[in-house]
């Protein structure tokens, strides 16, 4: 099973020997983990989600319902994965072509979220904060803070850390409606004002 015990694990769900799961962590109905695989803790993996040998899950990671995450893939903590979202692990797969030494990495940095029904294609990094529409094809790396949508994907904007769409003055600064903090649009990036 595990070698950590403080967690729930629907009767249903399949979870290979060699496989790390952090504390507080539930992994519901259907949900296979694969051997090597690592989950921080107080995750919250979906029904009927796949997770490959060598992904890492950070800490409070949501994992919503039929979601895909193959080796290569390393998300950081506080991210949230939408429902029927996947990541792809080779570039140019073929069935007849054996190709698992040529799997790419993706990271997904703190804070991201990534929309329903999003594909990420393999060794596009995801920015922190990062947010990524319902349905959206990643096809290069998305820098933190931003808003893609889209097929192929494309920035229309900027998120703040509360999921809000940031409105920057002729300044380049912006507030967040929710929380009230401060962000700062300055050549081409943003990062929030303290931090």
């Not at 989950?39 to 979906?46: D, I, P, Q, S």
């Not at 494309?154 to 509360?162: A, I, K, L, P």
Request: proline content about 4%; hydrophobic content about 40%.
């Amino acid at each position: 099973m595990s070698n950590t015990v403080n967690y729930f694990a629907h009767p249903t769900a399949v979870i290979d020997e060699g496989c790390e799961i952090g504390a507080g962590t539930k992994i519901w109905h259907f949900t296979h983990l694969m051997t090597g695989c690592k989950l921080g803790e107080a995750c919250n993996l979906g029904q009927n989600v796949v997770v490959s040998p060598g992904v890492v899950l950070g800490r409070n990671v949501k994992v919503q319902n039929n979601v895909s995450i193959y080796t290569g893939v390393i998300c950081a903590d506080d991210v949230f994965l939408g429902p029927s979202m996947v990541f792809t692990n080779v570039i140019n797969p073929r069935s007849a072509v054996n190709r698992k030494s040529e799997y790419a990495q993706t990271k997904v940095g703190r804070g991201a979220s990534i929309g329903a029904n999003a594909t990420i294609v393999c060794g596009n990094d995801i920015g922190e904060f990062a947010f990524i529409g319902a349905g959206a094809v990643v096809t290069k790396e998305v820098l933190p803070y931003a808003l893609v949508v889209g097929n192929p994907a494309r920035q229309t904007g900027w998120m703040s850390e509360f999921g809000h769409k940031l409105k920057f003055n002729t300044e380049g600064i912006a507030i967040c409606p929710e929380s009230g903090e401060q962000y700062e649009l300055n050549n081409g990036r943003v990062r929030k004002v303290g931090s």
